[in-house]
């Protein structure tokens, strides 16, 4: 079994902690490891060798992980330029198959989070052990609430139960919804949100990418012939750029009749989407006023507050509530926390000022 | 005629842009002068050549008083020890004395702002050139609101008429009252509040020392002794820190038989006392939304915002109301602007912790 951590991502979500070259993958904001890491110490008991574990990271990135890694055997796979995860989950699907024919293997974001992990590891293990060819697997969260933020799966009939844990057929992938839609399908009880966590064969994706995107399946088997030669890198480069940049979702999830099979989860997961989630998250740091103060600092009189210091300055606060403080050494951002989804927008609008 | 500015103070109002060693009066934060340079320049056409003017500091300014100074010939006075106005004044009184003789004399603080600059000129003029032997002139303002931060002088009768100004005669001087003798002072009509701008010959105020003060005064003498010795220094220095702590208003004025005089001005003045009070003084940078924003930066969807930033970080804010940020290249301040007169709290707090 392999297990690929898809790490390509470059989001201004958690700006300005994180930048186009560091993005939040790379940041660490639940503890003192970054996600990445986080991520790869919460999956690797589920493989036999840590090269089995295939981070799939983008150029600009290499240094960093490198540095973030350097005491593991972890396998680096590097992408030219970033095609979203159709192209990266080809790529490390040719890697595994150059080494391992039709081996199993799940893919999964690099930068979520997760509260139970043994929870979490029992049911990758049944997502992997149970494939067939032809079948896709993925992991579903039972809702808590009314996300809007969330990609949904609508659940058809059970097909098993295996270990506590049960598969649905997956009727169809549904699109962030309306906080009307949310609602009801948080009242219905027959969704779950899409983590983005994926387990098939080789030959499995490889055949559904050879259907529904069959440009990115030549460029594949290009790369594929190159494997191991001194062509690799020039290879890559010059058929990468062309590919076009779709997600497995809608390039082929939507549209595939293979069977596709969601498991039923419930392990405390996020997908860690903004500063305000984040802020939820760490809620073993709150104080007693619902503040988080992550800085060398002092609080007076503050309710529900969020402070994330990555200088040395001192920070102060006096009677504020429900805001943010992201204080880095070149940027402050001061915000509403239940605004903090919209600090994409004040990314959008420095780079429309060449502030950035 | 002498003008005496009395810049010995070191607030912690304006933290964390004022600091001990460099206090509010040397701040830019109206314009791009200091306070006390902006009070040198609004009177220095009230006295024949700049010497007349006199600055009195404490030691650890003098540094960045004689280079704001540099281009002037004001003189410079200098006290080794902060001992409140009683003993500046009477320092300075000794000092014309000495130089002139029984000369008129204006005292005012270094750090207030002043709107209307000639109505002010106008109203000093006629506190010294009305002045007689053994009066003391001071000028009061006419209360705009039922303010519990300034102390009052409540009026006599009307004594004079002087170009447009009306001269009573001050019944008492009263300290910061509670709202409610606030407010009855407002409806009364009869205080005003205490600039603390005050006018006398130097016999007059030395006999009131004097009287009031013998301690001081003996002082006073020693040092008037030394003036223009190589002795000034060390005789000064041992004096000096056995004088009183105490303020013009508390030792002589509430309790002298001399007639003193009030002068009604109303010229718009504030002492500057808080970051909010500076907020609303700088009306004319606001935006349409009550944003002041004096720094690099960007603002998205804020509602009476302060921002003042002296570091070249990019300062970036969002969906905030009522919100003062002070960005300083070591310490950042973010607070409730209603609670700004707080901010002494938050000093207080951090010496006890050891983290100032």
């Given at each position: 079994m392999y297990i690929v951590i898809m790490a390509g991502g470059s989001g201004t979500r958690f700006w300005p902690a994180s930048k186009?070259?560091?993005?939040?993958?790379?940041?660490?904001?639940?503890?003192?490891?970054s996600l990445i890491e986080e991520t790869f110490c919460r999956v690797k008991s589920l493989v036999k060798k840590e090269e089995n574990i295939i981070l799939v990271i983008n150029q600009i990135h290499k240094e960093i992980t490198e540095k973030i890694f350097k005491k593991h055997n972890v396998k680096i796979i590097v992408e030219p330029f970033s095609r979203n995860t159709a192209a990266c989950i080809g790529l490390a699907a040719m890697h595994i198959k150059k080494e391992a024919g039709n081996a199993p293997f799940i893919v999964m974001p690099a930068d979520h989070f997760i509260a139970n992990h043994k929870a979490f590891k029992s049911i990758l293990q049944v997502a992997a052990n149970s494939l067939k060819d032809n079948q896709i697997n993925t992991i579903g969260i039972v809702p808590t609430r009314p996300e809007t933020a969330y990609g949904y799966i609508e659940l058809g009939k059970k097909i098993a139960r295996i270990k506590d844990i049960t598969l649905y057929k997956v009727k169809k992938f549904v699109e962030k919804p309306d906080m009307k839609k949310a609602a009801s399908f948080l009242y219905q009880g027959n969704h779950l949100w899409n983590t983005g966590i994926f387990a098939f064969k080789t030959n499995t994706i490889l055949k559904e990418i050879h259907t529904f995107l069959p440009d990115l399946y030549n460029g594949l088997t290009k790369i594929e012939n190159s494997?191991?030669?001194?062509k690799y890198d020039a290879v890559l480069k010059n058929v990468y750029e062309k590919f076009?940049?779709?997600?497995i979702d809608y390039g082929i999830l939507e549209k595939t009749k293979t069977s596709i099979c969601a498991l039923k989860g419930d392990f405390g997961w996020s997908d860690v989407g903004s500063w305000q989630s984040l802020y939820l998250l760490?809620?073993?740091?709150?104080?007693?006023?619902g503040n988080i103060l992550d800085c060398n600092g002092l609080n007076m009189e503050c309710k529900n507050i969020f402070v994330f210091s990555r200088s040395n300055r001192l920070i102060t606060t006096l009677g504020l509530k429900d805001t943010l403080i992201v204080d880095m050494p070149d940027t402050l951002l001061v915000a509403d926390i239940n605004k903090s989804q919209d600090v994409r927008k004040i990314v959008e609008e420095l780079k429309k000022k060449e502030k950035l």
């Open positions: 186009e070259d560091y993005p939040k993958q790379f940041l660490n904001i639940i503890s003192d490891k494997i191991g030669t001194e076009e940049s779709v997600s760490r809620l073993n740091e709150m104080d007693s006023s």
